[in-house]
């Protein structure tokens, strides 16, 4: 049986003007014909359009956690606004008879199933790499390391107050060298530098200016720890693998993703990186724009419902092809993955799959959440800092904190445990991502004691301690977003 919400249908939906078309076909009455099939796996029907002909449309789940979208409408986008549609109207309750599956489409299953069993077949086979290419490659590494350990002493040399605008420019046209030497993360690392060091020089007069401007100051030595770190430990993991091309890519720590490499999730089953049966929940999602890697990202911070653990997706989409990369979108039923692909990380690593089956969420779903946070502070303390010694791993881990209550002391907005630890909340994160303390002022006051919190811990270079940043609340019957 077909189980979707209009949840579902958004988050398959490529982008808004999708959501929008298909509502408006379902609600101007532009599906002429709703089918069904009687195993329940096909939606499918005819909708009236701007051609002579009606458009066939399906939306396909035969395959468990994958649809399969089809349409004869010219558009490019995918799944276009009929299949939207269709599968809005499916979600309203709009009646589809049950008819039997077209002869074109039974056709079409049978050549998806010959093809999945020959792809199955050719990836069971060991692949030849091209060594010569390989080592060309990390060769050419190797010399981007060099570069950017360079300009990394330059900038040291130069010190923070002595550099200009012209300097600023200088380094960013040698961060493109970066990307030529298939170094894309050194890249983005050396532009963030740049790109807050230009934000500590912008920055004004008075009392809270001054703070932030001795913030950004401590961010840009962080940062430059980090590029540091990434030369170094970069450098000894790329001579292992020019050494023996045949060494398979770390997966005990971020480094090859650090250095540019695209995790396949062929790779990821190779090397053991796969879980089956998880069912995950999102807590939290929200869309930013990644300027020192020029490309729109959609993140989303799940929960492990077995196990508690928290993951993170990551969709990038360029700027120059954004147009044709589906937008994800939030999440409020319960993921059922049959194999989930883990990349290489630290508290939160990212997650994909390659299809997954959705499943009504349950109050059981959000006391498991409750169940897995850490209760007491102290303990997510240790976590966080072990985590955090890691110059190479994320910045801001992401947990979830049982709490007794939330609410101001003086200025500050503090959440604290059960047994009386006091934890300050901020607005201070990663890039891109939204001022979340003051939607906790429209949050009802029963959400704000005894339930579950969602953050990514902050360390306050300054003041020398640990903050965190709200990204949502469960309670014992929702998921409050506080991002969006």
């Keep these: 049986?077909?189980?979707?919400?209009?949840?579902?249908?958004?988050?398959?939906?490529?982008?808004?003007?999708?959501?929008?078309?298909?509502?408006?076909?379902?609600?101007?009455?532009?599906f002429v014909a709703l089918h069904k099939s009687a195993d329940g796996t096909l939606l499918f029907g005819e909708c009236r359009g701007s051609g002579k002909s009606n458009y066939q449309t399906s939306c396909d789940f035969i395959r468990p956690g994958a649809v399969t979208y089809r349409c004869s409408c010219p558009s490019r986008q995918f799944p276009c606004k009929h299949?939207?549609?269709?599968?809005?109207?499916?979600?309203?309750?709009?009646?589809?008879?049950?008819?039997?599956v077209p002869d074109d489409i039974v056709s079409k299953r049978e050549k998806f199933a010959k093809k999945a069993e020959k792809k199955a077949t050719q990836a069971s086979k060991p692949r030849k790499g091209d060594k010569s290419a390989l080592k060309k490659k990390i060769r050419a590494q190797l010399e981007g390391l060099d570069l950017l350990e360079g300009l990394t002493r330059e900038l040291i040399r130069t010190g923070m107050g002595n550099t200009n605008d012209g300097t600023l420019r200088e380094v960013t046209q040698h961060a493109k060298r970066l990307g030529d030497a298939y170094l894309p993360g050194a890249q983005a690392a050396l532009l963030r530098y740049v790109n807050l060091l230009g934000e500590w020089h912008q920055g004004s007069g008075g009392e809270s200016a001054e703070q932030q401007r001795d913030a950004r100051y401590s961010e840009c030595l962080d940062q430059l720890v980090r590029l540091d770190a990434l030369v170094r430990h970069g450098r000894a993991y790329l001579h292992k693998r020019v050494d023996d091309p045949e060494l398979l890519p770390e997966t005990e720590s971020p480094i090859a993703a650090w250095l540019g490499h695209a995790w396949q999730l062929r790779e990821l089953r190779d090397a053991g990186l796969t879980q089956s049966q998880v069912e995950l929940l999102q807590l939290a999602f929200w869309s930013f724009d990644d300027t020192a890697r020029n490309e729109?990202?959609?993140?989303?911070i799940w929960m492990n419902l077995a196990n508690g653990k928290l993951h993170t997706t990551k969709t990038y989409r360029p700027y120059k092809a954004a147009n044709y990369i589906k937008e994800d979108d939030a999440f409020s039923q319960v993921a059922v993955v049959p194999e989930l692909c883990v990349y290489p990380g630290g508290l939160n690593p990212r997650v994909r799959w390659d299809g997954m089956?959705?499943?009504?969420?349950?109050?059981?779903?959000?006391?498991?959440?409750?169940?897995?946070?850490?209760?007491?502070?102290d303990g997510a303390f240790k976590v966080v800092k072990k985590d955090m010694k890691t110059p190479l791993s994320e910045k801001g881990p992401v947990l979830a904190l049982q709490f007794r209550r939330i609410g101001r002391v003086g200025?500050?907005?503090?959440?604290?445990?059960?047994?009386?630890?006091?934890?300050?909340?901020?607005?201070?994160?990663?890039?891109g991502e939204p001022a979340t303390c003051p939607v906790i002022d429209l949050v009802s006051s029963e959400a704000l004691s005894d339930q579950t919190l969602i953050v990514r811990f902050h360390h306050d270079l300054d003041a020398r301690t640990l903050r965190a940043k709200p990204l949502g609340i469960v309670t014992q019957t929702h998921v409050l977003r506080l991002t969006f």
């Design 296 to 300: 729109f990202v959609d993140m989303g």
């Design 357 to 377: 089956t959705p499943r009504t969420r349950t109050p059981e779903d959000l006391e498991a959440v409750q169940t897995h946070a850490h209760s007491s502070f």
């Design 83 to 100: 299949c939207i549609g269709l599968m809005y109207a499916f979600v309203d309750g709009k009646t589809f008879t049950e008819a039997a």
């Design 411 to 431: 200025e500050e907005l503090v959440i604290e445990d059960a047994e009386g630890n006091r934890l300050t909340l901020t607005d201070s994160g990663d890039p």
């Design 1 to 30: 049986m077909i189980n979707i919400d209009a949840s579902f249908v958004d988050a398959e939906a490529p982008n808004a003007n999708a959501i929008k078309n298909g509502r408006g076909l379902v609600a101007k009455g532009k």
